[in-house]
């Protein structure tokens, strides 16, 4: 009855987690949910002068394109306002370049772990995924990374604060990563979502800007630094792909919600986004310290992890070899809801590891939450 490709439709675990996680007394580390507090509040005034109703154009706002290329040319990524493509969230932009790149048979690099919604829509449209180790504390394994390249249809990469394990790659390795992907001609598709959300410093500029000769996507979003109800993201495409991204875009939905667009546009030209962002940040740096000293207290003796530089999760290797699916759904039992690492793996993970998300739980839940955890782990 239907395509056969639904037949490698899995049930997004995150969806079915949150769903899980908004009982109430239920406290989540399960998403990637920004604090509720440093979500942005529009006032009336943000939507006073907005002439939005109307249909508009594919590619997104004329201004909003603008000020977004000004930011990523700072960034060091050369492009023009016409190179940018205005999505409904970023998760928009993983659809629209699967639909580019990936159908059956094509191997596509990804990391692992990996943002396991982008292993969803890859593993949807067939590719045969080529994993490259990136370790929490090493980084990526070059040796892997080299042997994965050369035939490869496509290269997803998180390198700024990963989804889940908040690696943030060093400036030499993002420059050995593109002399690698050019050498081999791979384009790359680098998902930057977290840059803002740094913590202890600016983290180095993005890979894209380094390429020479492979072709590249770069995409970000506006949902962790404003809101997730925005729904608006946004992709820069290397000359040779903005024109058929951008008819895919005009196939999947037309454009993007133009009040929105308006809103953000308004945010940036006033130069009202860094701010909230740097207001946002203490309140950040307090949850995250807070959910490492409950881990120190709880867990010391049972997982190790790094502090995350940026991002929104802690990434937590058990000693002990654990189930971590039927772990999750003890946590839930017990009133706290967690995201099970082998989600994050294409096949086998390498450890039993729990993505746990800092941001959207208050401190006192987080010791809370923690505590309810270790007592689970025996
Ligand atoms: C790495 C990564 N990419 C993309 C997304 C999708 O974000 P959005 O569609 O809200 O922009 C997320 C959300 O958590 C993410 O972690």
Known sequence: MFAQRIERLTSSLVRDILA?????????????????????????SDFAALNCAQYGQ??????????????????????????????????????????????????????????????????????????????????????ELADALPGARLCYLTPTFQNPSGYCYTDAERTTTAELLDAA???????????????????????????????????????????????????????????????LKQAADLHSNRFSQHLVANLLASNRIDPHVAAALPLYQKRRAAMDAALRTHLADKATWQLPQGGLFFWLKLNQPTDTYALMQQALEAGVAVMPGDAFYQGVAPGSYLRLNFSHANETDIATGVARLAALLG
């Not at 920004?34 to 006032?43: D, I, K, R």
């Not at 594919?58 to 394109?65: A, C, D, M, N, S």
């Not at 993983?94 to 890859?122: H, M, R």
């Open 20 to 44: 899980a996680a908004s009982r109430p007394g239920m406290i989540s580390f399960a998403g990637g949910l920004p604090a509720s507090e440093a979500l942005f509040q529009p006032g009336a």
């Open 58 to 143: 594919t590619e997104g706002e004329p201004q909003l394109r603008e000020l977004i290329a000004q930011r990523a040319r700072a960034l060091g990524i050369a492009c023009t306002a016409g190179q940018v493509l205005i999505l409904n969230g970023s998760q928009q932009g993983i659809d629209l370049v699967s639909k580019l790149f990936v159908e059956e048979g094509t191997p596509l690099v990804v990391e692992a772990p990996a943002y396991l919604a982008a292993l969803q829509s890859f593993k949807l449209f067939g590719a045969p995924l080529r994993p490259v180790t990136v370790d929490a504390q090493q980084g990526p394994v070059w040796t």
């Open 185 to 247: 001609d791979v384009p790359l598709f680098e998902d930057d979502p977290y840059r803002a959300l740094s913590y202890d410093g600016p983290a180095p500029a993005p890979i894209v800007g380094r390429l020479h000769k492979a072709r590249w996507v770069y995409q970000s979003s506006f949902s962790k630094t404003l809101a997730p109800g925005l729904r608006l993201g946004y992709l820069i495409a290397h000359p040779d792909l903005i024109t058929p991204l951008t008819r």
